[in-house]
Nanobody, 117 residues
Framework: EVQLLESGGGLVRPGGSLKLNCVASGFTFSTSGMNWVRQAPGKAFEWLARIDGGGRTPDYSDSAQGRFTISRDNAKSVLYLQMNDLKPEDMALYYC??????????RGQGTQVTVSS
């Protein structure tokens, strides 16, 4: 059973930074592509970034490119998302998930990011 636990969200001022963490268990993390997605109130899920099992070739959405960095530590089964230059429009519930993240069973419960002055 896939288990994913996000943390690291919080309240940050515009222009600030946060680093999200996602601890994984219940599956072979080191060979699994992993993603970060978010959902703002009243909006659809938005995919942000993906990294393959080996940590190579990260891929980003236009909204994440240049500000967010996805990384992973396979020894610890942890996925990260470093977010810089945060904007009010980045405010959302952030989830980590496998490549099947559209299935609620393949993503965590989320961590809230609030960007406000």
């Amino acid at each position: 059973e896939v288990q994913l636990l996000e943390s690291g969200g919080g309240l940050v001022r515009p222009g600030g930074s946060l680093k999200l963490n996602c601890v994984a268990s219940g599956f072979t993390f080191s060979t699994s592509g992993m993603n970060w997605v978010r959902q703002a109130p009243g909006k659809a899920f938005e995919w942000l970034a993906r990294i393959d099992g080996g940590g190579r070739t990260p891929d980003y959405s236009d909204s994440a490119q240049g500000r967010f960095t996805i990384s992973r530590d396979n020894a610890k089964s942890v996925l990260y998302l470093q977010m810089n230059d945060l904007k009010p429009e980045d405010m959302a519930l952030y989830y980590c998930g496998t490549d099947y993240w559209r299935d609620p069973r393949a993503r965590g419960q989320g961590t809230q990011v609030t960007v406000s002055s």
